[in-house]
């Protein structure tokens, strides 16, 4: 083989070598529909897909926290409703006890009715969610209330994000709903204990005094329930809003990665056309350099 003819060879190898690459990498795009795997696919477009994977991953996490968040709401708020009812159905006990044409009798009867609604009470108080107790704060492994229904929970709010760098409170106060911590705020379970103790001395007096009260836990009740409802709204604004991100974001990952379908058919049938044909070439340099001999 003549320098000149090794030259020619060297040079075809090096074709083959270039157009088997080619398509390889034709075939690999053509099979798995991404243009863009490593960083040799191209380091901006590569750097560019981590980036947005990163953020897909942040939205995920940051929906399945909304998902989370937004059903323990949905439960206090349903645990609400129900304690409003246990209180309304106490507050139409007391209007029927106070009623003077009734019997002392009458009203022992009333008074083990309000003490079973009270622990009904207590309960709701005590509810729980995926993330732990519903009306304590940040305490959320603690019950709010103890067995003698004082507050065992703090005033400290949970807060989620809903936004880059914007999060909301998604707390509950128990405080609020079912003590006196509030301004003109009733202890229901003190308010409770009061009208039982009435109906269990028949004292007229005490009981119709006890609508008040009564009316108050209701008012307090309702604010609290208004409270949940107000974020389980802002909760659910701001899930729509991480899946319309999250779409965006996938349709920006896309761009970066992945390759038109027939445009990379069309490479693929283009780098095999080239690599046969860098074969060809080689083949015939090989005979030709084999009859110079």
Same mark, same amino acid.
């Given at each position: 083989m003549r320098i000149t003819d090794g030259i020619r060879y060297l040079r075809s190898i090096k074709t083959v070598a !270039?157009?088997? $690459?080619?398509?390889?990498?034709?075939? /690999?795009?053509?099979?798995?529909?991404? /243009?863009? !795997? =490593?960083?040799?696919d191209g380091p901006a477009a590569y750097a560019s897909m981590l980036a947005h994977s990163e953020r897909l991953k942040r939205l995920d996490v940051r929906a399945e926290v909304l998902g989370r968040t937004t059903s323990d709401l949905e439960i206090a708020e349903?645990? $609400?409703?129900?304690? %409003?009812? +246990?209180v309304a159905h106490v507050r139409e006990i007391a209007v029927q006890m106070a009623n003077g044409t009734l019997n002392a009798a009458d009203r022992t009867g009333a008074a083990a009715e309000v003490r079973s609604l009270r622990a009904t009470l207590s309960g709701l108080?005590?509810?729980? #969610? &995926?993330?732990g107790y519903l009306f304590g704060g940040t305490r959320?492994?603690?019950?709010?209330?103890? %067995?003698?229904?004082a507050y065992q929970g703090n005033l400290d709010a949970l807060r989620v994000e809903v936004a880059d760098g914007v999060t909301e409170s998604v707390s509950l106060s128990g405080a609020d709903a079912f003590t006196a911590s #509030?301004?003109?705020g009733r202890d229901a379970f003190v308010v409770l204990d009061a009208l039982t103790l009435a109906l269990g001395a028949n004292d007229l007096t005490g009981i119709r005094d006890s609508l008040d009260a009564i009316d108050g836990v209701l008012g307090q =009740?309702?604010?609290?329930?208004?409270?949940?409802?107000?974020?389980?709204?802002r909760l659910r604004a701001a899930q729509a809003f991480a899946t319309d991100t999250t779409v965006l974001v996938a349709k #920006? /990952?896309?761009?970066?990665?992945e390759a038109d379908p027939i445009q990379a058919f069309s490479e693929l049938t283009r780098a095999k056309t080239a690599y046969e &044909?860098?074969? !060809? +070439?080689?083949?015939?340099l090989l005979a030709l350099s084999s009859l110079g001999q």
């Open positions: !270039e157009a088997a $690459l080619r398509f390889d990498r034709a075939a /690999r795009v053509a099979a798995t529909g991404k /243009r863009v !795997e =490593l960083p040799s349903g645990s $609400l409703a129900s304690a %409003t009812d +246990v108080a005590n509810s729980k #969610g &995926q993330n959320v492994d603690t019950a709010p209330f103890d %067995t003698n229904a #509030g301004v003109n =009740l309702s604010n609290v329930r208004a409270d949940a409802g107000a974020k389980i709204d #920006g /990952r896309a761009a970066a990665v &044909q860098s074969l !060809e +070439v080689t083949k015939k």
